[in-house]
């Protein structure tokens, strides 16, 4: 079983950067494939990027390409997103995941969830 806790959200103005931490416990941790999840108000819950095993593979929403970067560090047990540029439209709860399985994108194909971090994004 592994637990997830996320950290680093907060209100950031358009434009701005945040940095968003999830740290698992276990000794499981890279047996995982890890992912963030953000829901915003209102909207169901959408994939935004997840990360492999090793770190070697990782893949992102298109609505987050080449603004946010995924990165973990199985030796420290966490995985990170690193979010620039950030649009007022990236506001919303962000879930650390994790999987078993590569490709995870959607809801049902994660098995342990963070509680959630919020992110504002002001314009």
């Known amino acids: 079983q592994v637990q997830l806790v996320e950290s680093g959200g907060g209100l950031v103005q358009a434009g701005g950067s945040l940095r968003l931490s999830c740290a698992a416990s276990g000794r499981t941790f890279r047996s995982y494939v890890m992912g963030w999840l953000r829901q915003a108000p209102g909207k169901e819950r959408e994939f935004v990027a997840a990360?492999?095993?090793?770190?070697?593979?990782?893949y992102y929403a298109d609505s987050v390409k080449g603004r946010f970067t995924i990165s973990r560090d199985n030796a420290k047990n966490t995985v990170t997103l690193q979010m620039n540029s950030l649009k007022p439209e990236d506001t919303a709860v962000y879930y650390c995941?994790?999987?078993?399985?590569?490709?995870?994108?959607?809801?049902?194909?994660?098995?342990?969830w963070g509680q959630g971090t919020q992110v504002t994004v002001s314009k």
């Open positions: 995941a994790a999987s078993r399985r590569w490709l995870p994108a959607d809801d049902h194909e994660y098995d342990y």
């Open positions: 990360i492999n095993w090793s770190g070697s593979s990782t």
